[in-house]
């Protein structure tokens, strides 16, 4: 398995320690507010050095410290054991592998490849198109790097073509639009293959599920054609447009991620367990695609998002989860986490950030 020990140090309210994680199964047992979520949080960050919580690292740090680090040990493709340690001081971040720096996140990619399973998910479902788009390019970047220049690149043609279009240099358009669609093209392929693949199994599992038939999951890209020269029309007829508005009105940072049921939208009508189910789903897709692509298992952080969900549906639901590599879950003291628990399964209890077995 990839995890086998971590080590924090002015985590959130976790205690400065080492954690044997060395297990299949690992689960984190205790009351709300008491660190379970920090533990899984403190993986994720080991894996890809950014919080699935907030965009500033210095969040992170414990009340009343100046730095904090995270430190993994864990074991690679080729099953030799490696390091990763993440260091914050100064609001300057230092991400170490095997004691060489490493100078951006996007050499991570592969390195420790975690699935999150948590409760904002449901943004995923139901909230604004950027967090639809959010997670469709997460799970893209699982595994390939190339997509990431490609979304970096993209953005920066954008902002440049943003610039243009607020100080009225048309001259300068024609340059940034081939640029923009080359990549704009780019992101648009991949993001419908990935729903593409989503969708093969995608009505098939909510209905095994919910009993509720035709639901999908469909991509409505922003411009509606897919050759160069088409969307350079496009960009050219809605030049006046966007002059107006001072920004760039289609594009892929313009797509909509949309779920149907018999056609018609679904996400409207739906309820709350409807929703939260719809979200697990694609955290489970996330998880199946990753491996169809690298033939790799990933390793599982699921943080109490079954709670919403019958006894029954949760059955179902941990029927369907994909192979994975190592297991991390977290469970209220009440739940029945035992009837989980595996030959292969470690148990900690957390109370005021500290652990014990």
């Not at 996330?286 to 709670?307: C, G, R, W």
Request: charged share 30%; net charge positive; aromatic share 12%.
């Amino acid at each position: 398995m990839p995890f086998l020990s971590l080590s924090l140090t002015n985590f959130r309210n976790l205690n400065n320690g080492t954690l044997d994680i060395s297990a299949k199964e690992v689960f984190f047992v205790g009351e709300n507010g008491q660190g379970k979520s920090n533990l899984l949080e403190s993986l994720y960050y080991a894996s890809y050095a950014s919080s699935f919580r907030t965009r500033i690292d210095s969040e992170i740090i414990t009340y009343g410290s100046k730095e904090f680090s995270v430190r993994t040990q864990f074991k690679d493709i080729n099953e030799r054991t490696s390091v990763i340690g993440i260091y914050l001081k100064d609001n300057k971040k230092k991400i170490e592998r095997n004691g060489k720096t490493v100078t951006d996140r996007k050499e991570l990619v592969n390195t420790i490849p975690c699935v999150l399973f948590c409760h904002s998910d449901m943004e995923f479902a139901s909230g604004e198109p950027e967090r639809k788009r959010f997670f469709i390019d997460q799970s893209l970047t699982m595994h390939d790097s190339l997509y990431i220049d490609t979304m970096r690149y993209y953005r920066k043609i954008l902002k440049s073509r943003n610039i243009v279009l607020k100080e009225q240099k048309t001259q300068l358009l024609d340059v940034l639009d081939l640029q923009l669609v080359e990549n704009g093209l780019e992101i648009q392929k991949k993001r419908k293959e990935l729903i593409y693949f989503f969708d093969l199994y995608f009505s098939d599992l909510y209905y095994e599920i919910s009993g509720i038939e035709n639901v999908h999951i469909n991509y409505v890209p922003s411009w509606k054609a897919e050759t160069l020269v088409e969307i350079l029309e496009i960009l050219s007829q809605k030049k006046e447009i966007d002059l107006q508005m001072g920004t760039t009105m289609s594009g892929p940072h313009r797509d909509h991620i949309k779920f149907t049921k018999d056609g018609k939208p679904f996400i409207p009508g739906a309820s709350t367990g409807q929703r939260r189910l719809l979200s697990i789903l694609l955290r489970i897709m996330q998880a199946k695609y990753y491996i169809e692509q690298t033939h790799k298992k990933p390793v599982l952080l699921m943080d109490d998002v079954l709670l919403e969900l019958d006894p029954e549906k949760r059955k179902r639901v941990n029927a369907l989860l994909p192979d994975y590599d190592q297991l991390f879950c977290t469970f209220l003291t009440g739940e029945p986490y035992e009837k989980y628990k595996r030959t292969t399964t470690k148990i900690y209890y957390i109370k005021n950030g500290n652990w014990n077995e």
